[in-house]
């Protein structure tokens, strides 16, 4: 994939949240603030939903991928899906991801979270259709990014030649089945209580020496604390486990995603394994 327009791409879909200049009460739109340092905020800043590439399936259809940008560096943020988040049209709404974390923290400094959930389209989808990812946070202006063939955008998948990377295979059920690729697996639906910790275990297949598996909250009504949300595996163990712990009862949608390493290889855009976690929290 060509990083330059990668570069140009997210440097325009960034804006900072402060607005600059003009008459006093007057507002600048979104779009036409400057990127600049000051887009870093503690809180309050707009999610920036972000389209990272697409990329072809054996069967003939395509797979496009989404991720998102959050400026905040202290507050995670919470979209629920409907009229402030959605994707059209509607049919591939649904798995778009309803909490946003805050910029991770060393040694983890990925600066966004790339691809946190695909939209497979069909071999008939064309260069002119498009895929379409809304957000609107508070009384923020809703923010659009459209998904679409284009050939810059294209990406390598579940390996990258020229790299020599190849994306882990993962299981998150014992005896299930792997998955390999952004195209992700959803596993479960299992059961946990609240204030109970669930365990969690991600069986992975590598050839590289360490890999890393990273936990987050995808969708659910309330917080999900982890014990372990940043683990990097040696190459003696090929389990990573952790444990999930929630406050409030509901349905929620946990994401495992491993790569090699989080650095150095996310911003290349490949090669990396999404995988999802059904949960009913009684």
Not at 39 to 49: D, E, H, K, S, T
Not at 91 to 102: A, N
Not at 144 to 167: F, H, M, N, Q, W
Not at 214 to 238: C, I, L, Y
Request: glycine content about 10%; charged content about 20%; proline content about 9%.
């Amino acid at each position: 994939m060509n990083r330059r327009f990668l570069l140009l791409g997210l440097m325009t879909a960034l804006a900072s949240t402060i607005p600059s200049g003009g008459l006093d009460g007057q507002e600048i739109s979104i779009y036409e603030r400057p990127w600049t340092g000051s887009v870093l905020v503690p809180a309050g800043g707009p999610i920036v939903p972000i389209f990272d590439g697409w990329y072809d399936n054996p069967d003939g259809s395509y797979t496009l991928c989404f991720g998102y940008y959050s400026p905040n560096y202290e507050e995670d943020v919470t979209i629920p899906l409907g009229p402030n988040n959605f994707v059209e049209p509607s049919e591939y709404d649904g798995l778009q991801p309803e909490y946003f974390e805050h910029i991770p923290e060393r040694p983890f400094s990925y600066r966004r979270r790339y691809c946190v959930f695909p939209v497979r389209v069909p071999e008939t989808f064309s260069a002119s259709d498009r895929v379409v990812w809304t957000l609107q946070r508070g009384r923020e202006e809703a923010l659009s990014v459209p998904g679409k063939l284009v050939l810059a955008y294209r990406l390598d998948e579940i390996t990258s030649p020229g790299r020599g990377d190849l994306a882990p295979g993962l299981r998150l059920e014992e005896d299930g089945s792997d998955t390999q690729g952004r195209n992700g697996m959803t596993y479960g639906p299992v059961s946990a209580r609240v204030g109970t910790p669930l365990e969690l275990t991600a069986w992975l297949d590598h050839p590289d020496d360490s890999v890393w598996v990273g936990w987050a909250k995808h969708q659910g009504p309330g917080p999900v604390t982890f014990s372990e949300q940043n683990t990097m595996m040696d190459s003696t163990s090929r389990t990573a486990t952790a444990t999930a712990r929630f406050t409030e009862p509901g349905r929620y949608l946990l994401r495992a995603q491993a790569i090699d390493d989080p650095v150095e290889a996310f911003e290349f855009h490949c090669c990396w394994t999404n995988a999802y976690l059904e949960v009913n929290v009684e």
